[in-house]
């Protein structure tokens, strides 16, 4: 199983950018899906979460400017970031519970991470 991430780049202050990511492989279900950014600390911090039946979660930063939603049929969740600041440089990492394999075991995915630049 693995996740594949698109939709970085580099975009000016207030600008907007969409981010997908593609769950593959041999998958029985995927659960919680959700993204994380890592910027120039070391820590890596949840921006948003979405359940199965769409239950959302959002860290404060990204609340009222990011909207997190999926497609369970393509097993893909976005992120739709608007009004994008410097602040929000960042790798962006996209990570999900997925029910995998024949014997339907458990496993905590991460996808490969993608960049996202806001500056003038």
């Known amino acids: 199983v693995q996740l594949v991430e698109s939709g970085g780049g580099s975009v000016q202050p207030g600008g907007s950018l969409r981010l997908s990511c593609a769950a593959s492989?041999?998958?029985?279900?995927?659960?919680?899906m959700s993204w994380h950014r890592q910027g120039q600390g070391p820590q890596r911090e949840l921006v948003a979460l979405i359940t199965r039946d769409g239950g959302t979660d959002y860290a404060d930063s990204a609340k009222g400017r990011f909207t997190i939603s999926r497609d369970n049929a393509k097993n893909t969740v976005y992120l739709q970031m608007n009004r994008l600041q410097p602040e929000d440089t960042a790798v962006y990492y996209c990570?999900?519970?997925?029910?995998?394999?024949?014997?339907?075991?458990?496993?905590?995915?991460w996808g490969q991470g993608t960049l996202v630049t806001v500056s003038s």
């Open positions: 492989g041999s998958i029985f279900r995927v659960d919680a």
């Open positions: 990570n999900a519970d997925v029910w995998a394999g024949t014997d339907r075991t458990d496993l905590e995915v």
